[in-house]
């Protein structure tokens, strides 16, 4: 197994957990408590606080803060400058440490640069959320939205690739299957 990398910019405050082959590049800070799975990569200037969670082989991009309350599933993707939030009414004179709220990025979503994640949402299974976008509620599994506030503008497959519209609806990158039924989209058998 390959060894942790940090850069001697970074801070690294214990106990904490990191995976092996976890590389953290630039101005970091991971605070107490933090938990990192293997293989990710934290770009130049990002903050992990107490109580996060990410999964293997995540990927964080410069300048992204995860507060405590997010949890970032296996193989997710946040882009440069992205924000997350934990409270829904801060107020500076207000302390609402104990209102936190939990945020879940599932598997494989993919979150463009510059998009707000308001807090209290769940980001279904290989979503893709566009740059810009302000999401304010729960995005299906492999659901593409943009816009404020954002809304779904069509499928995207697990390799990422925006699906058409004609049915059955089928990957032109991979050749994936995909039914649609209710609002949700869900993979076919191979």
Known sequence: MSAVFVHPSSFVDEPCTIGAGTRIWHFCHVMPHATIGRDCVLGQNVLVSSHVVL????KIQNNVSLYTGVVLEDHVFCGPSMVFTNV???????????????TLVRRGASIG???TIVCGTTLGEY???????????D???YALVTGNPARRRGWICRCGVKLGSALPLVCSACGAGYAEAEGRLTPLPA
């Not at 999964?55 to 995540?58: A, F, L, T, V």
């Not at 979503?127 to 509620?137: I, K, N, Y």
């Open 88 to 102: 829904i009414n801060p107020r500076s004179e207000v302390v609402r440490k104990e209102e936190y709220r939990r």
């Open 127 to 137: 979503c893709f959320v566009g740059a810009g976008a302000v999401v304010t509620r």
């Open 55 to 58: 999964g293997d082989n995540c």
């Open 139 to 141: 995005v299906p599994a």
């Open 113 to 115: 640069a510059n998009a």
